[in-house]
């Protein structure tokens, strides 16, 4: 099993550009998150999953959609980069609890 | 409003000693605790976790202490090795009104085991 896998590693956006940060996991979990780590910071919820078709916001939503069209996938979108979104993301799948994490999108917005 | 906190940015420990890092948390609704353990460019990878309905919780070199009442949760790492050296993350869950688990997380306490 791969676990979770998350593209590109690295990126870097000009202000305005949009992009999407591609998760995919092979664990068949139900749970899917997104997060964003900013430097010295806990991580912080920007949107989940609980199964195919359903979404819902977490703690920072703005600036960012999803979609959850199969099980395995979970893309984030950024319509329009701001510097604001600098950050590295964090994809994770859990089946109930315990959730694990992709190895991160650095993103820069300049 | 930081419903979990972890108020010591860093420790640095000589090897083979204990290792002791301290959570706390706001939210009496949270029932499910865990630690994460994190490497420079990778992600988080689980340590291990708590249930409110117990106290401690041992696994291997690592415990991890629930005290309810303080709403505080402690992760001891006996004896301390130099690759324990990572952020380590505390986080808590509960029930959403949704039912899906989510995770509230700590911002870190960056463990150094020195040789």
């Known amino acids: 099993n791969a676990g979770v896998t998350q593209t590109p590693k690295f990126r870097i956006l000009k202000i305005g550009q949009s992009m999407t940060l591609q998760c995919t996991q092979d664990?068949?979990?139900?749970?899917m998150y997104w997060y964003r780590q900013d430097p010295g910071m806990g991580l912080k919820l920007i949107y989940y999953?609980?199964?195919?078709?359903?979404?819902d916001k977490g703690e920072v939503p703005n600036g960012y959609n999803v979609s959850r069209s199969t099980t395995e996938d979970f893309p984030l979108r950024l319509e329009l980069a701001a510097p604001s979104q600098t950050s590295v993301y964090f994809c994770?799948?859990?089946?109930?609890?315990?959730?694990?994490f992709g190895p991160g999108t650095r993103l820069t917005v300049l | 409003d930081q419903q979990v906190k972890q108020n010591s940015p860093s420790l640095s420990v000589q090897e083979g000693r204990i290792s002791i890092l301290n959570c706390d948390y706001t939210?009496?609704?949270?029932?499910?605790f865990l630690w994460y353990k994190k490497y420079p460019a990778e992600g988080p990878t689980f340590l291990i976790s708590i249930s409110s309905i117990k106290d401690k919780n041992e696994d291997g070199r690592f415990t991890v202490f629930l005290n309810k009442s303080a709403k505080h949760l402690s992760l001891h790492i006996v004896p301390s090795q130099p690759g324990d050296s990572a952020v380590y993350f505390c986080?808590?869950?509960?029930?959403?009104?949704?039912?899906?688990?989510?995770?509230?997380f700590g911002k870190g306490t960056k463990l150094t085991v020195n040789p």
């Open positions: 986080a808590a869950s509960g029930r959403t009104q949704g039912g899906s688990e989510k995770l509230v």
């Open positions: 939210n009496s609704m949270f029932d499910y």
């Open positions: 994770a799948s859990s089946p109930f609890q315990e959730q694990f």
């Open positions: 999953s609980v199964g195919a078709g359903i979404t």
């Open positions: 664990m068949n979990h139900n749970y």
